[in-house]
């Protein structure tokens, strides 16, 4: 039986979603992911296209607030956002909670080109992180 994992940013529109499509795609034979928000937005187009570079296709997942998984139980609770650790609310069915922040790519400014380096960046320490604890 394939273990769930609940990814917490705040808007649930970039890292949380990024490492939801790495894990669905990398470790899918023994987990199964799922991101939220503390303030759920919309999918950041840059995490799309970083991920689609990778050949991770995002585009279908959608931005979720935490409560529609307030009932449901999750073998881990993973925060990858400062806010979101200070914001989660416990889960009851949460059975282990984690905390591994990543900047912001989202909050980064600059050209188009700098901002896809900043989520590219973001993007590869999700994914050495989530393989390296996960694995």
């Known amino acids: 039986m394939r273990k769930k994992v609940l990814f ?33 937005t919309s999918i950041n187009p840059y995490a799309i296209k970083v991920m689609n570079e990778i050949g991770i296709d995002i585009s279908n997942q959608y931005s979720k607030n935490f409560d529609m998984y ?29 905390h591994k922040g990543f900047e912001d790519p989202a909050s980064f400014s600059g050209t188009y080109e700098e901002k896809l380096v900043k989520f590219r960046e973001v993007r590869d320490k999700i ?7 996960f694995k």
């Open 70 to 98: 307030l009932n449901d139980e999750f073998d881990y609770i993973v925060t990858v956002c400062d806010n979101a650790k200070e914001g989660c609310p416990y889960f009851a069915g949460g059975k282990k909670q984690l």
């Open 127 to 133: 994914k050495e992180w989530i393989l390296e604890y």
């Open 8 to 40: 917490l940013c705040t808007h649930n529109s970039a890292r949380s979603q990024m490492a939801q499509g790495l894990m669905n795609v990398m470790l899918s034979e023994n987990y199964e992911a799922f991101s939220a928000g503390t303030f759920a």
